[in-house]
């Protein structure tokens, strides 16, 4: 039985240099119609979403409603407490005194907030994801130090590998590579 | 002699933020070099802090085995060095959370030099403050029952008006808050410790942490609003945290706790506190770590200048208070601020003053602001008069309150001077650890202002 092992291709990726090198290779790759890539850089890139084609993080709409949430737990901790399950009367004030539920009210709102920001921001970005076909490339570790990275997925519609490679290389890449999956 | 200026950039007018034009990679390596090959000067920091600790370890396990007695607490002075000592290193904590949030919000870009560091310092003081809280009962395992929100033996709850329970929701979710601001920002730099590393060890540890980041621009997007409103958030948290730590002196009946001048005036007094420990940690680490061309005179200026301003609003609020005494017409409190002028601890009182009010004077001077030397000399004194402050506010209160038959004289014991000594122990060995296994510099973010970051660098338009 000889079978010859046929590699899976997850895409191609194309190496830059310069934050500015990365940058319009984006625009053009975003105007040759691709869907399915992405742009890896070692910090972000002032406004490659843009040159990426990217929509608006929902994010804020995240952290809202999670700080909403802190804030009604917040309330609902100091009311049920002090008016419902053990009325006391405390220095002759209303047992629903809000302006003393101010503090805690107020330090639960941020704190669920900032919980809805970080777990938020890493369920959106999929993380933690500790492999990654990207990590095969040898080249991919100066990502994280002075190398900015195109990647185009084979899964995208556009995704022709001579046509592509040529693309990539217009735009001044200084290597392409083809990433094994 | 002419005063060193800054060499300024010839087309955007302003000082190049990273000396010496490096490459990102130049920057990479300066940050973890460190790291990755430590000097023998960490190895002295360390155990010497190490050793520090140790007397923290001695002074609390007598303190569990006997109890609060062996401090020197009294009948009037029934809060001693355990709420100074608490009060003073939440406020060491307020530097860390204003450079790396209010001045990522005014879009300071010299921040990013030193906010990494600022906030491990952040955290770092604020464990030592809940420390306090925890031990002051010298039965650490009932009091961490007492501070949650939960009913007692008797089915009654903590009371939700009161300034110290607001305190628990106050520092633990500023001490939260703090951590996860902290770790999101260091993601993109475990990446690139997990990328360099050279040991298998290393490799893992690093790669978990940093939870398989690759830079992803569709990560970048969400990361950086992620940042931008986490700065949002905790900016006005750490306003609250030291005004609910005033609530704690200012909603009580007390001469000289209670007053409306309170809040900003302990934010203040927290800002300045803690930019003098952020300068006493920073002027070492940016010296031994060959940090220089990163962490820049300008840096040390723009911090002198903050010194100087917060200094100043202490001031201001300290001469304010006597004011509103003698305005107020109350005998007590106007009995309170004499005493604390001319009083038994007029001593301490005038440490405060010449610390906090004058020493930082001389940063009208730009010679000054750029002078390493003056720069450790006058941080250090901000240190011990700040903490004096906290122990003037606390304590001269205390001693002489309304009826002169209850008045008495507090005086430390050696215990109270081990706990205080020993959780600069315990600060300063986990600054070490951290300045050994992360990187101290925000190192994507400092690529981020580097001029080569800009997508139209070297352009001739815009």
New interface residues.
Partial sequence: MSKVKRKKVYGLAAEYD???G???A?EKVRDAGYTVW????????????K??G?KP?V??WI?FAMGMTGMTIGIS??YW??VV??P?I??G?PLF?WQ??V??T???T??L???G??F???G??K??????P??NLPA???????RF?IAIEVDDPNYDETRTRKLLESTGAINVYEVED | MAVAADKLDPLSGRKDLVEGHP???DV?EAVCAPIESPSWRWWVAFLMSLSVLGILGIALAYLFYEGVGIWGLNNPVDWGYAIVNFVFWVGIGHAGTLISAVLFLFRQKWRTSINRASEAMTIFAVICALMFPLVHTGRPWLAAYWLL?L?NQM???P???S?L??DV??VS?YF??SL??W??GLI?DL??M???AKTKTRRIAY??FS????????????????YL??AG??T??VL?VHT?VS?DFAVSQLPGWHTTIFPPYFVAGAIFSGFAMVLTLMLPLRSWFGLKHIITVKHLENMAKVILLTGTLVGYAYAMEFFIAWYSGNPYESYAFANRLFGDYWWAYWTMVSCNVLSPQVFWFKKARRSVLVLFIVSIFVNIGMWFERFVITVTSLHHDFLPSSWDYYSPTIWDAATLLGSFGLFFTLFCLFVRYLPSIAI??V??VMP???????DDHE
């Fill in positions: 310069t934050a500015k990365v940058y319009h984006c992405d742009a890896h850089t070692p910090f972000p890139v002032h406004g490659l979403d040159a990426m990217l993080s994010l804020p952290i901790l100091q407490t002090s399950d053990y006391t405390i220095a004030k005194s003393a539920f503090p805690v107020f330090e639960l941020i704190l907030s900032a919980f920001a970080v938020g921001m890493l959106l970005n993380l933690p994801q500790l492999y990654h990207l990590f991919f570790s100066r990502v994280t130090d002075d990275f | 490459t990102f990679h990479t929100p009913p089915d009654i709850w009371n939700f008006r300034p329970l607001w929701f106050a979710t939260t808050v996860l601001f770790y999101v993109p990446a690139t997990r990328d360099r790669g978990i939870l398989g980041w690759r830079g992803s621009n569709r990560h970048w997007q969400h990361y950086e609003k992620a409103i986490l958030l905790a006005p948290l609250s609910i609530f994507a973010e690529k981020s080569e970051a800009d997508p139209h660098h070297g």
